[in-house]
């Protein structure tokens, strides 16, 4: 296992990472290879700390299948948090589930939280969902009558989910978005054969190749062991061709956090029970509850999609070598190591789930703040 923990001092940091890079260089594509085959468990991995840590806010995407698993709920409390210290900018949320109750629940939410006005993207035809066991939530009404979760949403009004990426792409600054994807493909598959339209003269490949500076995928399942059995991860099964399709033709780094990391890292029983009282109801925690109550432990694995990008520097997660992502018909996940490859996927040991599992508690359970972050409208 090649993990190494170096707080951030750049100078040392750097020119230990330089060693290694150089050291891996000289290595060439076959001995990349066999350093693989030699180190191919789940722990493989090379050394993060020394990548700087970005600049905030970093201006994030969310397209999620809301709905399906209640991890969705808990990575879209922790954008919140985030974005209420200053560090990340949640500007568009796009949804794979088709579930009409869907963005009315997103819009709960962000309500909540003091932000009605995030956009809301709508994609009706998106795979078919799971038992809708929380969205319900959204709907609640207390003794008196009244919604326990209002919001202003006009289905009428939300767009397309791809008129939406389009519309947020164009808008932005070159190099300036993160999408954070932890649903299903169907979404960024479809936005990259897009023409171009009345919102911009880009066609959508190129409009992602120009914008999107980092995609952070929850999805697949990584045959870690040599010989090692393939799984078909869900977020991968549900829509196969458009995750192939991603795969093969996404035009920017991705960070592939699959199913092994969400499953290290559980969400503590005890903050769902303990820490969202500081209001008679809660969007989250009743819909936490509703999904599948406590003491059940909800495996994290959205919300190590949000945590990597806007923490890369503080060793909450290993990486491997850079490579290539494939994924054959049947949804099985194929990672094949090669110096400057588009991928890398995720790694965690015991220590970083620990930490996790507590940063995780402390940030989706925050309360909503009073006071915006500096620039926030
Ligand atoms: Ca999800």
Known sequence: MITLSLSWDPSPAQRLFSTLRNSVRALGRPGLVCLFAAFATPAFSVPVAAEPPPEFPVKIIFDTDMGNDIDDAL?????????????????????????PEAAPYL?????????PDIPIGVSPDAPKSTENRYLGVASRRGSDGRPLFPSKFDPAS??????????????????????????????LARLLDTPPDDISPLPGREL???????????????????????????????????????????PTP??????????AVRYPAWSIDRDFDYVPHHPVKEAYQAYRPTPHERPCWDLTSVACVVWPDRDYFAKSASGRVKITPEGYTLFTPGEGGRDVYLTVDQTQS??????????????PHRHRAAGEK
């Open 75 to 99: 990575a879209l409390a922790l954008l919140h948090a985030l974005q209420s210290r200053g560090t990340c900018e949640l500007l568009a949320v796009t949804l794979t589930c088709p579930l």
């Open 107 to 115: 819009a709960a939410v962000n309500t909540f939280y003091g932000r």
């Open 158 to 187: 939300a767009l397309p989910s791809v008129a939406l990426l389009r519309r947020v792409l164009a808008d932005a600054q070159d190099g300036e978005i993160v999408i954070v994807q932890v649903g299903f493909s169907t979404n």
């Open 208 to 250: 992602a190749r120009r914008k999107v500076r980092l995609l952070s995928i929850m999805a697949g399942r990584f045959p870690h062991d040599p010989g090692g059995k393939a799984y078909s991860e869900f977020n991968v099964k549900r829509d196969i061709s458009s995750a192939r399709k991603l795969a093969n033709e996404w």
């Open 254 to 263: 991705i960070i592939w956090s699959d199913w092994n990391v969400g499953m």
């Open 354 to 367: 620990g930490r996790l599992r507590e940063v995780f508690a402390a940030l989706v359970s925050e309360p």
